[in-house]
């Protein structure tokens, strides 16, 4: 029987080791013929390089880089918005191509320090954004980063917040001053995208009032705008 047993046993390891030899005679040719022999990051300027670096394993090769768990790991960088690896198989260089998320808020919310980006991530610093402090408490909070995330989907850029009081929020958004409070709605924003472009000259653009956009006017008056909701 013991002999029976050895012998259906030896062909299952041979064959056991054979397939472990082959692959890592596959692992051996990929790195030897595929290796990365570098890593170059583009578009960074608080994502470090050498981040990069240590996201990509020891000895690896390009065939088996797997890009989108590279990818998954930069972006959990809270300076990164989003990230693209791309390979080069002739030069063995490994290209990052990272988008950055830049500081918008510089806020005092009880006496702790928050930095907050358009799309509403903590950031660990201003990254070389020149902010005024604003004093905010959690419902203001709450009103910017809702603001925030409808300007984002609509593909508006918040470029900062100014200035919070009774009245509401003063942000730059597009580059131009504009005035919210309260919920703003997905017309509104729309219809702010146009009107900013159509008026250059208005000195801001005042969304407190719902489903309207009131522009400024250098004389002091105001107009409105009704938007589709």
Aim: some cysteine.
């Amino acid at each position: 029987m013991a002999r029976l047993l050895r012998k259906f046993l030896r062909p299952v390891a041979i064959s056991g080791t054979v397939a472990l030899l082959t692959a890592l005679v596959a692992l051996v040719v990929c790195y030897l013929l595929f290796p990365v022999t570098g890593v170059e990051v583009k578009g960074a300027r608080m994502f470090p390089e050498s981040e990069a670096w240590e996201a990509v394993p020891e000895h690896a090769s390009l065939l088996l880089l797997n890009l989108d768990a590279l990818e998954r790991r930069i972006e959990s960088n809270s300076w990164v918005k989003g990230a693209k690896v791309l390979k080069d198989r002739e030069s063995g260089i490994v290209t990052v191509e990272v988008e950055e998320r830049s500081a918008v808020l510089d806020g005092d919310l009880g006496g702790h320090r928050i930095t907050l980006s358009a799309d509403g991530t903590e950031l660990p610093g201003l990254g070389g954004a020149v902010l005024e402090r604003v004093v905010i408490d959690e419902v203001q909070l709450e009103e910017i980063l809702r603001v925030g995330e409808v300007l984002e989907e609509n593909g508006v850029a918040l470029n900062s917040v100014d200035g919070v009081d009774a009245k509401g929020v003063e942000a730059t958004v597009e580059g131009r001053r504009v005035l919210f409070g309260g919920d703003v709605g997905y017309g509104q924003t729309r219809a702010l995208e146009g009107l900013i472009e159509n008026h250059p000259e208005a000195p801001y653009f005042d969304l407190r009032s719902p489903q309207r956009v009131v522009i400024g006017e250098e004389s002091g008056e105001e107009s409105e705008a009704e938007t589709d909701g």
